[in-house]
């Protein structure tokens, strides 16, 4: 059974501080991860990755997958309260028809 | 404006009573797809859609029916049958399988 964990579940951390969210996965026909942000509603994608070892970078956020060790991080430096929220990590399977989510970490940063 | 929307934003229903959910996308994508998620849970996948006039069930279809006749809309029937119908639910779409996928702001159900 295709399966995607994350790890921790909830975090709380104070401004300025440095996160690493993690993500493994274990599916069939691996194509690709994505990164997810999720505030109140509707999640908004971060980014995609598909090649080992290629670090994707936007701002303050970063995200690497390790295709062998089967697992992403996701990275927030300096973070700001603006950045509470849900992080949801997903993969798609069944060639792409399917998307596995796993269950979130919810980011708290506290002022 | 591009995107994907959803209505209603809230919808409370007494058990029993069928209920269908909207999801418009102006976004020319061709797959579409359903999602439930429970409170401290990720995303189920209910059904998806890659093309006009084809569905798959997800890993929870059972007590949800979905149509597909035009491109921008996919809707969602939850039907009495569903045991546990009140989540919240959300639709997404993306260009192709497998590609990013862009959510609608969701409809929380509530069935007493």
């Known amino acids: 059974e295709d399966k995607v964990v994350q790890s921790p579940l909830s975090l709380v951390v104070h401004e300025g501080d440095t996160v690493t969210l993690n993500c493994s996965y274990e599916?069939?026909?691996?194509?690709?991860l994505l990164w997810y942000k999720q505030e109140k509603k509707a999640p908004t994608f971060l980014f995609m990755l598909?090649?080992?070892?290629i670090e994707k970078k936007s701002g303050r956020l970063s995200s690497i997958l390790d295709k062998k060790e089967l697992f992403s991080i996701l990275n927030i430096t300096a973070t700001q309260t603006g950045d509470s929220a849900v992080y949801l990590c997903?993969?798609?399977?069944?060639?792409?028809?399917?998307?596995?989510f796993g269950p979130g970490t919810r980011l708290s940063v506290l002022p | 404006d591009g995107g994907i929307t959803q209505s209603p934003k809230y919808l409370f229903r007494k058990e029993g009573q069928n209920v269908t959910l909207s999801c418009e996308q102006n976004?020319?994508?061709?797959?579409m797809y359903w999602y439930r998620q429970d409170p401290g849970q990720g995303l189920r996948l209910i059904y998806y859609s890659q093309i006009v006039n084809d569905f798959q069930k997800g890993d929870i279809a059972e007590g949800y029916s979905v149509s597909r006749e035009k491109k921008e809309s996919f809707p969602l029937t939850v039907t009495s049958a569903q045991k546990n119908p009140t989540a919240f639910y959300l639709c997404?779409?993306?260009?192709?399988?497998?590609?990013?996928?862009?959510f609608g702001p969701g409809t929380r159900l509530t069935v007493t």
């Open positions: 598909t090649s080992s070892g």
């Open positions: 599916v069939t026909n691996f194509r690709s």
């Open positions: 976004l020319n994508h061709d797959a």
């Open positions: 997903a993969v798609p399977t069944n060639y792409g028809q399917n998307f596995v």
């Open positions: 997404a779409s993306s260009m192709d399988r497998g590609d990013e996928q862009y």
